[in-house]
């Protein structure tokens, strides 16, 4: 693992001053030297502007939240992230690597869930590069491996859980975003870390049944909430029930037998679990006809 550390430099404005200094010192030393013919001065004077030609090539502009990966004859010297005008060692090579926090879309990825079911996913990575050497040395390219491993962490993520919770307490795609997007984040941060790479935030951003069985699980879907709606309006029917035979019965309103208890039982709940309008009937006879 190559450690990213500070790059020696000096600041560009102080260089300038000392190579402009430098540069009318030889150039006033090579018109002395023509001018006395001193062949020996004069060589030295040229040598010396040429020299200061090659020093300025150390000069390199450091942009905010950038950072500059410096190598000198293949070996790693260090990065610049100070902004501004630097002065380097002019053989030094240098590439430059943005620190900007950047987003990426995957692609809609086509995979099983848990179930088996297959279903159409996608994921926004929010990242940024914190580790300049590492992004540089450790892999071949960065942004590549880092969308690469973004799409297998969402494979992965996807084939653990099902679509739908069928058991109360279920881990979901669609109804636990917020665990699912914590755990995305952290299955690519751990894919990612060699890279130099810091993920800020992962979540979907497309979840949906693939189109060959969309229609079917819409079905399934509406089933299951329309026994779920039953199931709360039975529940309630049941309580109501209840509680008007307790009143009858503390009020003494009316004595039933346990036949006629059960034939209101179930007129009752007739007319409160109908999805229909009840026809009442009114007894005009008495109580038993």
């Known amino acids: 693992m190559i450690a990213e550390k500070k790059a020696w430099s000096i600041p560009g ?6 190579l402009l200094a430098a540069l009318a010192a030889a150039i006033w030393s090579l018109a002395y030297a023509i001018g006395a013919n001193v062949p020996g001065q004069a060589a030295i004077s040229a040598i010396a502007i040429g020299l200061i030609a090659v020093l300025t090539k150390g ?9 500059q990966v410096l190598t000198l004859f293949g070996k790693y010297t260090g990065t610049l992230k100070e902004p501004g005008l ?6 030094t090579a240098r590439k430059r ?11 809609k990825l086509k995979v099983n869930d848990f179930d088996g079911n297959p279903i159409e996913i996608a ?12 992004a540089i040395f450790q892999v071949d390219n960065y ?22 919770a069928h058991n109360e307490g279920q ?14 984040k952290k299955e690519i941060q751990d894919r990612l870390t060699k890279a130099g790479v810091t993920v800020i935030e992962a979540r979907i951003s497309h979840l949906a049944y693939a189109p060959e069985i969309a229609s079917a699980m819409l079905q399934r879907q509406q089933a299951s909430a329309i026994v779920a709606a039953r199931w709360k309006i039975v529940e309630g029917a049941v309580g109501m029930v209840e509680n008007a035979l307790e009143l009858l019965s503390q009020k003494h309103v009316v004595e039933l037998d346990a036949e006629r208890r059960a034939a209101m ?18 007894n005009a006879g008495t109580l038993y006809t």
């Open 86 to 91: 630097r002065w380097v060692n002019p053989f």
């Open 59 to 67: 000069f390199v502009i450091v942009n905010p939240n950038e950072g």
């Open 123 to 134: 994921a926004v990575v929010v990242w940024q590069v914190t580790e300049t050497a590492e």
């Open 265 to 282: 039982v179930s007129n009752l709940l007739v007319v409160l679990c109908s999805d229909r309008h009840t026809q009442p009937v009114v």
């Open 13 to 18: 404005g102080l260089m300038i001053l000392l």
């Open 171 to 184: 881990m979901s795609l669609r109804s636990h975003t917020t665990e699912t997007a914590d755990q995305l």
């Open 97 to 107: 690597v943005s620190l900007r926090t950047r987003n990426f879309e995957t692609a």
């Open 143 to 164: 942004e590549n491996f880092m969308q690469v491993q973004s799409e297998s962490a969402l494979r992965n993520m996807a084939t653990s859980h099902p679509y739908d």
